[in-house]
């Protein structure tokens, strides 16, 4: 039965609702609709016009329709006569398979097949800059291992506290917040859930810390790597698999010395085999590959990954298993679309779970240090362009998302890259920040 939109504002002294969506670069498009006329939008949808998004649209395509989800809606607790609505894309009466959030819900469809269900976290990190970006917000944080900092961390308690008693006030479980390794960076963790949630809160995550920033005065940003020398925003992801009742961890196996069942290592497996291909998904931006294999920081590492490997409780790999019945996938970073990093994992995973891929040997060395001696192990891509090429030509790719939505994103991506490519070197990463500060 469908929620009444109408009653639930009158209950909640609602007065507008933005209606949402998240284009293929991960920008929150929306239009703000007064509580009178949402019965309406929740029917027949807000009107948008695709080619103005990072949609592969033209001026002549029909009005998009965004029909919003009434299960995900969030009242603003900042600003509570205000709620935000996540959306489907429609256009002339079929659904808009390019729209991420329906892309990631046709790969929950697959898992549901196996009466299987997802369950995912991730840990957001983001700087707090300056008000027009160009520098951290805090002058003092300029210690060369600011990591866990407590000073540091108190000095924008008013900022931290605020966001983390939003999510207190949501019910998402916020168990922990941090000062980070970079100067100016923070995390922010809150409890994991069925993995179109998870995509749903992270959209809603990043919109705000970035409104609630700029309330004290300061910028948020996720940009991959604000600033060459610091360790840039990662976005790991902790994954599981449960039953479709969500009352069993499939993926514990207490007999295993990970602790990880043979379905969980599959879906390693899956990770294995395409993650160098789904770079592309996993790092969208041209500024992702300044985090992907950067040399080490003034903290003394990057703590991003360079190659496909996995391992246990270990940092320098590109998939830690921390503990049991679970793995954490640290390929991410800021940039990502939250929708297309639930989906690209899901793909992956299904693909090593129908073809019970095997994962290779764990590999525990530090692979910042010694990785260097390995002589067979896979890179993850250096660039935008490499990782490009990679993922048009996977068919896990095109058979997760089809043919046309690959072609659909990489010609978007390369529309990209062409205009980066007429940056001189100078101007090259100002040309990263314009482009990436407000991912």
Not at 59 to 70: E, F, R, V
Not at 243 to 252: E, H, S
Not at 349 to 376: A, F, Q, S, V, W
Request: positive net charge; aromatic residues 10%; charged residues 25%.
């Amino acid at each position: 039965m469908n929620k009444n939109l109408s009653k639930i504002a009158s209950q909640k002294k609602i007065k507008y609702f933005l209606i949402s969506f998240v284009d293929l670069f991960g920008v929150l498009r929306a239009k703000l609709v007064p509580a009178q006329a949402i019965n309406e939008m929740a029917k027949n949808g807000a009107g948008f016009g695709g080619f103005a998004t990072y949609l592969d649209m033209t001026p002549a395509d029909s009005d998009m329709l965004a029909i919003p989800d009434p299960d995900s809606l969030i009242q603003l607790p900042w600003n509570p006569e205000v709620a935000w609505l996540a959306s489907d894309l429609v256009m002339d009466g079929k659904t808009v398979e390019q729209c991420p959030r329906v892309i990631l819900k046709r790969q929950i469809e697959k898992l549901d097949k196996h009466s299987m269900v997802m369950q995912s976290g991730v840990e957001c990190e983001f700087f707090l800059l300056n008000d027009d970006g160009s520098e951290i917000s805090d002058s003092r944080d300029s210690a060369t291992k600011p990591c866990y900092d407590q000073s540091m961390l108190m000095r924008r308690y008013d900022v931290i506290k605020e966001i983390c008693d939003c999510m207190l006030k949501l019910g998402w479980k916020p168990y922990q917040n941090d000062h980070e390794d970079a100067n100016g960076q923070f995390e922010m963790n809150w409890h994991y859930s069925d993995c179109l949630t998870t995509a749903d809160r992270h959209v809603f995550f990043k919109f705000m810390v970035k409104s609630i920033a700029e309330k004290h005065g300061f910028r948020a940003t996720f940009m991959a790597k604000p600033f060459p020398e610091l360790t840039g925003n990662g976005c790991h992801a902790h994954v599981s698999v449960w039953d479709k009742r969500q009352k069993k961890n499939l993926f514990i196996d207490n007999q295993d010395e990970m602790g990880l069942s043979k379905l969980g290592y599959s879906f390693i497996g899956g990770l294995m085999k395409s993650a160098d291909s789904f770079s592309a998904i996993f790092n969208p931006s041209i500024n992702s590959y300044s985090r992907i294999g950067a040399s080490n920081t003034l903290s003394g590492a990057t703590w991003s990954p360079s190659t496909v490997t996995y391992t246990g409780n270990n940092r320098t790999h590109m998939i830690r298993i921390p503990d049991v019945g679970r793995f954490e996938v640290r390929h991410a970073d800021g940039s990502v679309n939250p929708y297309l990093l639930q989906a690209g994992l899901l793909a992956l995973g299904l693909d090593g779970i129908n073809n019970k891929r095997k994962p290779g040997k764990r590999l525990d060395i530090n692979m910042y240090t010694e990785g260097h001696k390995l002589k067979r192990v896979k890179k993850l891509p250096t660039n935008l362009n490499s990782a490009i090429k990679l993922f048009q030509n996977n068919d896990i790719a095109k058979k997760a998302f089809t043919a046309k939505v690959v072609s659909n994103f990489v010609k978007l991506k390369k529309r990209e890259l062409n205009t980066y490519s007429k940056q001189t070197e100078a101007h090259s990463y100002d040309w990263q920040r314009n482009n990436s500060i407000d991912c």
